[in-house]
């Protein structure tokens, strides 16, 4: 199963156009200039603001994640 995380390898700032792109199986650069058109249209600040939140809430790939323990009775 696919999971969505930030991108190790195709990385400007943070990877999160990489990861998207990779997800999404297209060319993160189609992701990026999506992303700058869409900031621009909404004065930059809705989209720096979910471009952090992103940052601080996808893993990057390759990441450990925690793993819940099975519940024992």
Do not use: H, Q
Not at 15 to 27: K, V
Not at 46 to 52: E, K, L, T
Request: charge should be negative; proline fraction near 7%.
């Amino acid at each position: 199963m696919k999971k969505l995380t930030r991108s190790t390898t195709d990385r400007w700032v943070a990877g999160i156009c990489g990861g998207i792109g990779e997800y999404f199986e297209i060319d993160p650069n189609v992701i990026r200039v999506i992303w700058v058109i869409l900031s621009v249209l909404t004065t930059f600040f809705p989209g720096v603001i979910i471009y952090i939140l992103l940052w601080i809430i996808l893993p990057e790939s390759g990441e450990a994640r925690p793993v819940e323990a099975p519940f024992e009775a």
